[in-house]
């Protein structure tokens, strides 16, 4: 009786493992990282993403519920035809289960609303519309390290406390840009400040010299850069030529990323505010991770490539919690675990797909006060997750009443 017994439970442990393993889709979990491999975005995203996706693959074992992980990567060339091309291309003939990264929003834009069609997942990492959780929310889309109200938070409210009253905003004449000027200009008013004028520049136009020199003249306090690469770097580079910072006027950027940095120098950047969601030297835990990093990439990760590396990770922890791939089923797992790990602190997965974490408002540090390679910033202030991104927006149909 007692071995007809433990055969019986051991028959039922077999089949409980196989149906577990079951519920892994075409026995792989294949996460495609959708990036820029060559343009404008690639240091900060491009390889250096692919390699944080693979470190997570690794980390976790290679394996999930007895089935392998698989990373695959594509350069979408900064065209949303092109993304939305490849994404449909991944979900349908490919059977990628997630969709990573993606730099540019109307970039992103397109990729989310090919997931949202074949019903699979998708997280960005380096596209900071707010629209991805506000209007065009979706449940099978998430935002994982920023977006522009955070950013602008950060930066403007922070630097108006500290005597930054009057702003002049440098901004790309493209969405990215204008969403971050008036989030800005928001928090500006809201805190008493006041916003003294704007002057709107073409994305990657190869001469930003008569805009800053409106700037300049405008003796705004800050010239706040409602832009990303390659335009904000320009425009700090042209700032430091043309004695912005020596005739006491700040800038302060709205998306830099410390790629931007260090291919600038500290003496072209040093005093330049700016507001980010991970800092390499940060603690032990950013340390360990961003050397391992380091000596597979080359330089030290931007917040988007540890963003990649902490959601791909997540996603898979909750592939094994739930016990199965099904996009929905992880997704509401995802945001039951909290996210604490060595990128996010206090993080939080909304029911509008984005997550919440505490950001860092840091200044970069002049050429003598950095003591080895890639110490660049010094920590002004840890700005909560709750008070950087806001509440939910009502125009989300996730949003709970």
Same mark, same amino acid.
């Given at each position: 009786?007692?071995?007809?017994? =433990? @055969?019986?439970l051991?028959?039922?442990?077999?089949?409980?493992?196989?149906?577990?393993?079951?519920?892994?889709?075409?026995?792989?979990?294949?996460?495609? #990282?959708?990036?820029?491999?060559?343009?404008?975005?690639?240091?900060p995203? +491009?390889?250096?993403?692919?390699?944080?996706?693979e /470190? @997570?693959?690794?980390?976790?074992?290679?394996?999930? =519920?007895?089935?392998?992980?698989?990373?695959?990567?594509?350069?979408?060339?900064?065209?949303?035809?092109?993304?939305?091309?490849?994404?449909?291309?991944?979900?349908?003939?490919?059977?990628?289960?997630?969709?990573?990264?993606?730099?540019?929003?109307?970039?992103? =834009?397109?990729?989310?609303?090919?997931?949202?069609?074949?019903?699979?997942?998708?997280?960005?990492?380096?596209?900071? !519309?707010?629209?991805?959780?506000?209007?065009?929310?979706?449940?099978?889309?998430?935002? *994982?390290?920023?977006?522009?109200h955070?950013?602008?938070?950060?930066?403007?409210?922070?630097?108006?406390?500290?005597?930054?009253?009057? *702003?002049?905003?440098?901004?790309?004449?493209?969405?990215?840009?204008?969403?971050?000027?008036?989030?800005?200009?928001?928090?500006?008013?809201?805190?008493?400040? !006041?916003?003294?004028? @704007?002057?709107?520049?073409?994305?990657?136009?190869?001469?930003?010299?008569?805009?800053?020199?409106? @700037?300049?003249?405008?003796?705004?306090?800050?010239?706040?850069?409602?832009?990303?690469?390659?335009?904000?770097?320009?425009?700090?580079?042209?700032?430091?030529?043309?004695?912005?910072?020596?005739g006491?006027?700040?800038?302060?950027? %709205?998306? #830099?990323?410390?790629?931007?940095?260090?291919?600038?120098? %500290?003496?072209?950047?040093?005093?330049?505010?700016?507001?980010?969601?991970?800092?390499?030297?940060m603690d032990?835990?950013?340390?360990? *991770?961003?050397?391992?990093?380091?000596?597979?990439? +080359?330089?030290?990760?931007?917040? *988007?490539?540890?963003g990649?590396?902490?959601?791909?990770?997540?996603?898979?922890?909750?592939?094994?919690?739930?016990?199965?791939?099904?996009?929905?089923? #992880?997704?509401?797992?995802?945001?039951? /675990?909290p996210?604490?790990?060595?990128?996010?602190?206090?993080?939080?997965?909304?029911?509008?797909?984005l997550?919440?974490?505490?950001?860092?408002?840091?200044?970069?540090?002049?050429?003598?006060?950095?003591?080895?390679?890639?110490?660049?910033?010094?920590? =002004?202030?840890?700005?909560?997750?709750?008070?950087?991104?806001?509440?939910?927006?009502?125009?989300?149909?996730?949003?709970?009443?």
């Amino acid at each position: 009786m007692q071995r007809v017994l =433990l @055969a019986g439970l051991a028959a039922l442990f077999a089949l409980a493992s196989g149906a577990a393993h079951a519920q892994i889709s075409d026995d792989v979990v294949k996460i495609g #990282v959708l990036t820029d491999m060559s343009g404008p975005a690639s240091e900060p995203t +491009g390889p250096g993403s692919v390699a944080a996706a693979e /470190m @997570a693959a690794a980390d976790f074992g290679g394996k999930i =519920l007895g089935k392998p992980i698989q990373v695959i990567s594509a350069d979408h060339q900064l065209k949303p035809d092109v993304a939305a091309g490849i994404a449909r291309q991944w979900y349908d003939r490919d059977q990628v289960d997630l969709i990573v990264d993606v730099p540019v929003s109307a970039v992103g =834009l397109a990729v989310q609303g090919v997931a949202n069609e074949k019903k699979k997942l998708f997280i960005a990492h380096s596209t900071g !519309t707010a629209d991805f959780h506000g209007k065009f929310c979706s449940p099978y889309t998430m935002q *994982w390290v920023f977006d522009t109200h955070a950013l602008a938070v950060g930066t403007a409210q922070e630097v108006v406390k500290r005597g930054g009253t009057s *702003w002049f905003f440098l901004t790309a004449d493209y969405a990215f840009g204008y969403s971050l000027e008036k989030d800005a200009s928001d928090v500006i008013k809201a805190n008493g400040g !006041t916003v003294v004028g @704007a002057v709107r520049h073409p994305f990657r136009t190869p001469d930003l010299s008569s805009f800053i020199l409106q @700037a300049q003249a405008s003796k705004a306090k800050i010239i706040g850069l409602a832009s990303g690469p390659p335009d904000n770097v320009n425009a700090i580079k042209l700032g430091g030529e043309f004695g912005i910072f020596a005739g006491g006027q700040q800038m302060a950027g %709205l998306l #830099v990323l410390i790629t931007d940095i260090h291919g600038l120098g %500290l003496k072209a950047a040093q005093g330049l505010v700016l507001t980010t969601s991970f800092y390499w030297d940060m603690d032990d835990k950013t340390r360990e *991770w961003s050397k391992r990093f380091f000596a597979k990439v +080359g330089h030290m990760p931007t917040m *988007w490539q540890a963003g990649v590396y902490s959601s791909v990770m997540h996603y898979l922890k909750a592939i094994q919690a739930a016990g199965t791939d099904d996009p929905l089923k #992880v997704a509401a797992k995802m945001r039951d /675990m909290p996210v604490e790990d060595f990128f996010s602190r206090n993080g939080k997965l909304r029911e509008d797909g984005l997550m919440v974490h505490d950001l860092i408002l840091v200044q970069v540090k002049k050429p003598e006060e950095s003591k080895y390679p890639w110490d660049y910033y010094q920590i =002004l202030a840890h700005i909560p997750g709750d008070q950087a991104f806001g509440p939910p927006n009502p125009a989300c149909p996730l949003v709970k009443g």
